[in-house]
């Protein structure tokens, strides 16, 4: 189900159900390759239920023309549009979340690309630049509640949330787009028009205390041009059918939906003493009323504009006000290679990056507790049943859902709810929601193999996800970390020690003036290394594949141009070289002096 700012309010009750009754909400980094599988458990997931539809109204309604009400008339009240619900009582629920971005890593410069010689510390500030460039585009949420009665049996509720930032007085965020990551969405069926025209208006707590203060303050402005034409429009409309309209008459005005229709409110309100506006399914109605009528209702009415206000807040903070929902229910937060995210939702929903990288990881962990990266499981179950390689999300599923994994057929199974039935037979690789379904769905199966293995010597326990969790326990906080100087990330403690194979020392000869990409280029068709300058001739190389290493060594061993050793910090540093040589001029001298100032016999 795809949900836009004109459904997106109409869902938070669901939503929040769901996360309040959750154990744990998934998540898995957006722009992956690769193609999924279908359902969890072989033979694709089964739909539960038989709806038909995906509960969504249409936001653009066809104009409404002025009409004439009897007298006394009452101004309709709206139908409700149909949410979706979920066909079985759940005992408890799980979510996985998918996030796609306009873009993953800026073009920088040499020095301020990522490279495995990188600390954390220097990961994290190198990254943060490019959150800060990029925005998100589709959030994608895959709830796993358990069927009540039936033993280790999910049904998913998988919904694709279109985002774009809040537009609204002083607020106008400014973000890039890279072709590549266009392109790729674009290949997969990405919906470019739902995200720039319904998505969900979103802020973080710095944005939401400007524009609070400025709304309650009445300190507070149309911004773009398009929603003053808009409103212009909008005005002109509703004077010139004011003109030859009488007492009781309304008109309805569609098309307007999200914060914005608070706002045209509080406009028409504000230059016409002679209407009342009421927001409505099919758009806002605009009654023609006397001035008497008027004083009364803006009196006794809950549309006071005071209350509006409010409401222009909560509907402008949009998707925010879901991102609490999950920061306040304290689940555990599971994805896969799920740092890029976690940085996002920092960024777009919390505050702004901070500069310190320690604070950051402070931040993360005071917003969730919990987290689980099913990359840094699934890297050990892969070693340990010798799995067959794989490079994405999609290939794990894969694995876990075929004959390689003997717990298929004993492993938990996953049912697609009503509404969500398209997922059933289909693969849709980075559509959010199914990326999110995955990603749900491997955290489940990686835990019973798990549970599985620690019990492989005696009878498996019935499972459950407090199972589940129990055998989780050594991987939670740790976050993989792609490309750095160390292979993942503790967010309640220090940060593990690199396990990366170790620094080669490059000396090169009779190559003058030989640059880091040059030095690159020569190693490539054996290997991938990181490249650093070390001195005019010498160079640092870095992978992380021991047997690269190894082969380096081994074949540029007696190599006439290109000698490659073992780099020895005490012994070829240029820092302790240059020390070394300061000690000995300073002992040399001290020797000297204490020579010559030695009185004669």
Same mark, same amino acid.
């Given at each position: ?33 690769? @193609? ?8 694709? %997931? ?22 004439? %009400? ?39 410069? @040499? ?14 500030? $190198?990254?943060? =630049? ?97 929603? &003053? ?35 045209? *409110?509080?406009?028409?309100? *504000? ?10 399914? *099919? ?20 549309? !006071? ?9 909560? +509907? ?11 920061? &306040?229910?304290? $689940?555990?937060?599971?994805? =896969? ?8 939702? =920092?960024? $777009?929903?919390? @505050?702004?990056?901070?500069?310190? #990288? ?6 993360? =962990? ?30 794990? #599923? ?9 717990? !298929? ?127 005019? +001739? *010498? ?9 690269? %290493? ?5 074949? #540029? ?13 005490? !012994? ?30």
């Amino acid at each position: 189900m795809d949900v836009g700012a004109d459904e997106f309010e109409q869902s938070l009750p669901l939503l929040q159900e769901l996360v309040l009754g959750a154990d744990f909400v998934g998540e898995a980094r957006g722009g992956r390759g690769g @193609r999924g599988s279908g359902g969890p458990g072989g033979g694709g %997931a089964r739909p539960s239920g038989d709806g038909r539809g995906d509960g969504r109204r249409d936001g653009h309604q066809a104009a409404g023309g002025a009409q004439r %009400a009897s007298e006394g008339g009452r101004i309709p009240s709206p139908a409700r549009a149909p949410g979706p619900r979920a066909p079985v009582r759940p005992q408890r629920s799980r979510a996985g979340l998918d996030i796609e971005f306009t873009g993953l890593r800026s073009n920088l410069s @040499r020095p301020q690309q990522i490279s495995l010689f990188d600390l954390p510390s220097e990961w994290y500030l $190198k990254t943060r =630049h490019s959150v800060q460039q990029f925005t998100i585009c589709q959030i994608g949420l895959s709830v796993f509640s358990s069927i009540e009665g039936e033993s280790n049996k999910y049904v998913a509720h998988s919904c694709n949330f279109f985002l774009f930032p809040t537009t609204f007085g002083i607020l106008d965020s400014e973000f890039s787009f890279q072709a590549s990551s266009v392109q790729f969405l674009n290949q997969y069926g990405f919906d470019y028009n739902k995200f720039l025209k319904n998505g969900i208006p979103y802020m973080n707590e710095e944005q939401e205390k400007k524009i609070k203060h400025n709304i309650l303050t009445g300190n507070w402005r149309v911004r773009s041009s398009l929603d &003053k034409d808009q409103i212009k429009v909008v005005i002109d409309e509703v004077t010139r059918w004011l003109d030859l309209a009488e007492e009781g008459d309304w008109m309805t005005l569609p098309g307007i939906a999200g914060f914005q229709a608070f706002e045209v *409110q509080l406009v028409l309100r *504000q230059a016409l003493p002679d209407i009342w506006t009421v927001l409505r399914d *099919q758009g806002i109605i605009v009654k023609k009323v006397s001035k008497q009528h008027r004083w009364y209702l803006e009196n006794t009415s809950c549309d !006071r504009e005071s209350c509006w206000k409010e409401k222009i807040l909560l +509907s402008a903070r949009g998707f925010s006000v879901f991102f609490q929902m999950l920061v &306040k229910a304290q $689940k555990p937060l599971v994805g =896969h290679n799920m740092m890029m995210d976690l940085l996002h939702l =920092h960024e $777009k929903f919390f @505050r702004p990056l901070p500069e310190s #990288y320690d604070q950051f990881k402070l931040n993360i =962990h005071n917003l969730f507790p919990i987290l689980i990266d099913t990359k840094n499981v699934t890297k050990d179950i892969w070693k340990e049943l010798n799995f067959p390689r794989v490079s994405n999300l999609s290939e794990v #599923y894969e694995v876990l859902n075929s004959d390689l994994n003997p717990t !298929r057929n004993s492993g938990p199974v996953v049912i697609h709810a009503s509404k969500c039935e398209k997922y059933v037979e289909t693969k849709y690789p980075h559509e959010a929601a199914y990326d999110a379904f995955l990603c749900g769905s491997v955290l489940l199966k990686v835990a019973h193999l798990l549970l599985w293995r620690v019990h492989s010597a005696g009878p498996m326990p019935e499972p459950s996800f407090s199972l589940y969790l129990d055998v989780l326990a050594p991987y939670v906080n740790q976050v993989n970390l792609i490309r750095a100087g160390v292979p993942k990330i503790n967010f309640s403690g220090p940060d593990c020690p690199s396990i990366r194979p170790p620094i080669l020392l490059l000396r090169v000869r009779r190559w003058p003036g030989v640059s880091e990409q040059q030095v690159y280029r020569e190693f490539q068709n054996v290997c991938k290394f990181d490249v650093r300058r070390l001195s005019r +001739s *010498q160079f640092l190389l870095l992978t992380n594949k021991f047997k690269d %290493a190894r082969s380096i060594l081994k074949e #540029y061993r007696g190599h006439p141009t290109l000698q490659v050793s073992l780099y020895r910090y005490w !012994r070829h540093s240029p820092n302790i070289n240059c020390l070394l040589q300061v000690c000995g001029v300073v002992t040399t001298w001290a020797l000297l002096a204490l020579l010559l100032g030695r009185p004669g016999p």
